[in-house]
């Protein structure tokens, strides 16, 4: 069946008591027993939800998993699979991923004396001389956030001895754009507050695989760790997930667009997006990846400093975290999503004071454009700039015409 028709069918069954069409908000935490162990197979709510569950079957059918666990956040799901560890286990990680999955491997699994090494997984090479005897999972986020590095997948499979686990973290592609289980990968991680809700009003996060004994350990962990999706969020990404494919669709090809409008300004330094022929690994994009999505970073000419007046600037790029819903957004990783990365490492990664990241939405192309076109052009005099220091607070005086604006407060 195709994507779209799976989005809007897969788990949907119209409800065996009333005949409800949509799959109701099954808002209980309880279910009442006949007689001591007498149910429906529900008993308590953190174990199984009839809202989730649908939802669980709705999102494996759409990554074409036989097994989907969910939990309340991304990094609820993210706990979840790094609880399948043991204390002295290793893991190879991206070099370049989420802030909270960076904080939750080095401020909390490094306690529980699981190790960590991060690694430019787009180097082959320096992935298999980071894979030791005790390493238990290869833990992929591709594209990169924020990035947009592409991680061979297929690569990284060959790589894994037995026993080893390859981890893709597939929420910037989403099931639309890409399939990492048909690729070898073991588990796929979502955060499902993202393209998959679509209308950042949820939160929430999916662990999807085909193999039946990890996802019984992670159905443990699931009601055991409390993690738990709630009815009415579920019920949300339920219904945002039926509409993927259309939003992704529009998703690329506003992104597109304006990956190609910020590349020919001369004031913007360095764009990164899959999409681009320039970019480093666009030819593996095309070929891992069935689209580029939305997410587009960018460094600009001029002081670091001057992202941080872009960023205030626009309009109909709201400045928030998170991405993936239908409006646009607009972030400065460095001090909001990957600001739990010590300056030196962010720097390392390229995640410099100057970097923007966008989450092009799904409005117009041509208002997201003048958007952004208007914020660019009343900082264009600071490009002329090359002093990189305002944001030191020893050289509060590097940009005198934008200097006590307030610093942001995120
Ligand atoms: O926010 P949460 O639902 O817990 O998902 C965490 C997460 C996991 N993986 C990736 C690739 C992510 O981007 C995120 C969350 N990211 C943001 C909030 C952000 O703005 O990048």
Known sequence: MDFATRAIHAGQEPDQATGATIVPIYATSTYTQTAVGNHKGF????????????????????EEASHCVA??????????????????DHVVVSDDTYGGTYRLFTRVLERFRITFTFVDM??????????????????????????LRIIDITAMVALKAPGQLVVV?????????????????????????????????AMGGAAMTNDD????DLRLLQKTLGATLSPFEAFLISRGAKTLAVRMREHERNALAIAHFLAERDDVAEVFYPGLASHPQHEL???????????????????????????????????????????????????????????EERDRRGITD??????????????????????????SALAEITTAGALDPANPDAIPAMQNEGAPTY
Not at 43 to 62: F, G, H
Not at 71 to 88: H, K, M, N, R, V
Not at 213 to 216: E, L, R, T, V
Not at 354 to 376: M, T
Request: aromatic share 4%; charged share 20%.
């Open 213 to 216: 004994a990890i996802a019984a």
């Open 71 to 88: 939990f309340a956040s991304g990094l609820g799901a993210e706990s979840a699979i790094t609880s399948l560890l043991s204390s002295g």
């Open 285 to 343: 994009a095309r070929t891992q990846m069935r689209g580029f999505g939305g997410i587009i970073s960018m460094t600009l000419r001029g002081p670091e400093s001057r992202a941080l007046e872009v960023a205030k600037r626009t309009k109909l790029f709201a400045l928030a975290e998170s991405l993936g819903g239908v409006e646009s957004l607009i972030n400065h990783p460095a001090r909001m999503t990957h600001g739990s990365i010590p300056k």
């Open 169 to 201: 973290d597939n929420t910037f592609c989403t099931p639309y754009f890409q399939s990492p289980l048909a690729l070898g990968a073991d588990i796929v991680i979502h955060s499902a507050t993202k393209y998959i809700g679509g209308h950042s009003d």
């Open 354 to 379: 100057g970097l923007l990241r966008l989450s092009v939405g799904i409005e117009g192309v041509h208002d997201l454009i003048a958007d952004l076109r208007q914020a660019l052009d009343a900082t």
């Open 43 to 62: 008993d308590y709510s953190r174990v199984a939800n009839p809202t989730r569950n649908a939802l669980e079957t709705q999102l494996a059918a759409l």
């Open 122 to 147: 787009t180097d082959v090479p320096a992935v298999r001389a980071a894979i030791r005897p005790n390493t238990k999972m290869l833990w992929i986020e591709t594209p990169t956030n924020p990035m």
